[in-house]
C-alpha cells in the first residue's frame, strides 16, 4: 500500500485477555519499529527489526509483550494479560533502511483500552 | 531513554519565533531527527540532521552540534496550524525519542 497501515485502529479489551496488533509497513522498507504512546506522552520505543538481523527487543516492558515479523513484511504485537497500564496507542513506522537513510514513515497507529 | 532531553511545553504568539531545544547522549550517535505531531495524529517527518550546521527548509530550520550533543529545530512565522507536539528524535543503533515538546500558538 502507499502507507503503513495498522489495524485494528481501536480495540477495548477486558484486563486480563490477550491482543494482538497488526503492522503492514511500505513495501521494500527493511526496517520497522513499533512505539508506545501514552496519553500526552512522547514515544516510547519497543522492538525494532532490521532485515533478517536478530530484533532489538530491549525497550519491551515485560515478557508479556512480543512481537514477531514475516520476512520483510507484516509485523504483530502481541501484548498476553492485558493490565490496565497496557492502555495507549501503539505506533508502527518503517523505513528504507535502518540507518542514516532512514526517515520513519508511522501507521495512524493502534488505541488499546483496557477496562 | 538515550538521555533525550527536551523541554515539556513552549507557548508563542501568531507570527513570532520559537526555538525548541534537544540535548542527546553523544555516543554511538548517527542523527538527528524532528518529527511534529499533531493531537491524534501520527507524527511525520520534518528534518534529519548527520552534519553540524543549520538545516533551512521554509519556515523550519534544524539546527545540530555533534560535539555538544545539541539540536533545536526553529519555526519562525507561526501560525496556528503549528500547535503540535515536536518529537526530537536520536539515531543510535535505533532510533529513539524524547518526550516531545508541546507548542501552542496563540493569536
Known amino acids: 500500500g502507499a502507507g503503513v497501515s495498522q489495524s485494528p485502529s481501536n480495540k477495548v479489551t477486558e484486563k486480563g485477555k490477550d491482543v494482538e496488533l497488526r503492522c503492514d509497513p511500505i513495501?521494500?522498507?527493511?526496517?520497522l519499529y513499533w512505539y508506545r504512546q501514552r496519553l500526552g506522552q512522547g514515544l516510547e520505543f519497543l522492538i525494532y527489526?532490521?532485515?533478517?538481523?536478530?530484533?532489538?527487543k530491549s525497550g519491551l516492558p515485560s515478557d508479556r509483550f512480543s512481537a514477531e515479523r514475516t520476512g520483510e513484511s507484516v509485523s504483530t504485537l502481541t501484548i498476553q494479560r492485558t493490565q490496565q497500564e497496557d492502555s495507549a496507542v501503539y505506533l508502527c513506522?518503517?523505513?528504507?533502511?535502518?540507518?542514516?537513510?532512514?526517515?520513519?514513515?508511522f501507521g495512524e497507529g493502534s488505541r488499546l483500552t483496557v477496562l | 531513554g538515550q538521555n533525550i532531553d527536551q523541554p515539556t511545553e513552549m507557548t508563542a504568539t501568531e507570527g513570532a519565533i520559537v526555538q525548541i531545544n534537544c540535548t542527546y547522549q553523544?555516543?554511538?550517535?548517527?542523527?538527528l531527527f524532528w518529527y511534529q505531531q499533531h493531537a491524534g495524529e501520527a507524527p511525520t517527518f520534518l528534518s534529519y540532521?548527520?552534519?553540524?550546521g543549520l538545516e533551512e527548509k521554509g519556515r523550519f530550520s534544524s539546527f545540530l552540534s555533534r560535539s555538544k550533543g545539541y539540536s533545536y529545530l526553529l519555526l519562525k512565522e507561526l501560525q496556528m496550524k503549528d500547535s503540535a507536539s515536536y518529537l526530537c528524535?536520536?539515531?543510535?543503533?535505533?532510533?529513539?525519542f524524547g518526550a516531545g515538546t508541546t507548542v501552542t500558538v496563540r493569536a
Open positions: 528524535g536520536r539515531l543510535g543503533d535505533k532510533l529513539s
Open positions: 513506522a518503517s523505513s528504507l533502511a535502518g540507518g542514516a537513510a532512514g526517515e520513519l514513515f
Open positions: 540532521n548527520v552534519l553540524d
Open positions: 553523544t555516543s554511538g550517535f548517527n542523527g
Open positions: 513495501s521494500g522498507h527493511t526496517a
Open positions: 527489526f532490521q532485515g533478517n538481523s536478530a530484533p532489538d
